[in-house]
């Protein structure tokens, strides 16, 4: 018996589905990403060389060791990407279709799904996806304090979280409820950062890719080409990460474990790095960042456009 998904069901099952895949191949990445930008108020200048030579030593040498080292914090990273992908998604394709219905006269209207977006403008992309984000960073906020302590530790060293439910059981017994809110303001400013993506994304996809080219053949491509979702991926990934960039670095470190020992708050954190590093500060790790963003949003919206697109 065949199952027709609903296309906010489809966004889910893409979003978990991409989600999944891209946080496993990634994930070493993503760990040199918050390692750096932890070092952010260190006065010292530490970057990758000492990442990478810390994970070594932790890891004594040992490949096996290595291997666990850099994939360390790998399971929470999952829970917490395939969820926020498929939240996201979902609640984009949810807010894009509300904003529809509120700014496009009924005459005007279309049931086609691709004229129903490509009739909106850039600020409802806009608008769609800072709804979505800002739900979707509320929901997930508790997985990426995990995350980061987990993943911004040895697993060797004293102290550390053995696992993502060890982490849940001392977060709440060291620092109550509260601590599972840990780095929400910088992340909802960082919301903006998604929808900036989304905007930019939508509005090439839209205007400027193939699918700007419309017929009333009903059997025209409905998808992006493989092409077209690489340049316009990378275009827009590119822009939005570095534009809010240090809300992503001030998150991180109110997340971590340093954050309850030196008392951050977002002022005095801002303050430290502007003293430790100025400006530079707020981007360490960028590169690092874009080297696993650009490859990571490439896979996964490749993978979005084709698996939407057979389910």
Request: with cysteine; proline share 2%.
């Amino acid at each position: 018996m065949d199952v027709q998904l609903t296309s906010f069901g489809k966004e889910i099952v893409a979003g978990l589905t991409t989600g999944s895949i891209t946080t496993i191949v990634t994930h070493p990445l993503d760990l040199v990403k918050i390692r750096l930008q932890l070092l952010a108020t260190n006065s010292d200048h530490l970057g990758y060389r000492y990442v990478i030579s810390s994970v070594q030593q932790n890891a004594k040498g040992d490949i096996r060791r290595i291997v666990k080292e850099v994939y360390r914090g790998l399971g929470i990273n999952w829970i917490g990407n395939a969820t926020a992908w498929a939240l996201y998604f979902g609640l984009y394709r949810a807010s894009k279709d509300l904003i529809y219905e509120l700014q496009i006269s009924g005459n005007d209207r279309h049931d086609d799904q691709l004229k129903r977006d490509a009739d909106l403008s850039s600020w409802m992309y806009l608008s769609a996806g800072a709804i979505s984000g800002v739900i979707t960073s509320i929901a997930t906020n508790p997985i990426w304090v995990i995350k980061t302590r987990i993943m911004s530790t040895s697993g060797y060293e004293a102290n550390s979280y053995t696992s993502a439910m060890d982490g849940i059981k001392r977060l709440i017994r060291d620092e109550g409820v509260r601590g599972v809110w840990r780095g929400l303001m910088p992340s909802l400013f960082g919301v903006s950062q998604g929808a900036i993506y989304f905007m930019i994304y939508d509005t090439l996809k839209y205007r400027f890719s193939s699918l700007s080219y419309q017929t009333e053949d009903p059997n025209r491509r409905k998808t992006l080409k493989n092409s077209e979702t690489f340049a316009i991926s990378s275009i827009s990934k590119i822009i939005s990460v570095t534009a809010v960039y240090p809300f992503q670095l001030l998150k991180s470190n109110l997340q971590s474990f340093d954050a309850k020992k030196k008392k951050y708050t977002f002022r005095n954190l801002v303050r430290s790095i502007n003293q430790a590093e100025g400006l530079s500060g707020f981007y360490k790790g960028l590169s690092a960042n874009l080297l696993r963003a650009i490859p990571s949003t490439c896979i996964t919206f490749f993978l979005y456009e084709n698996i939407r697109s057979i389910i």
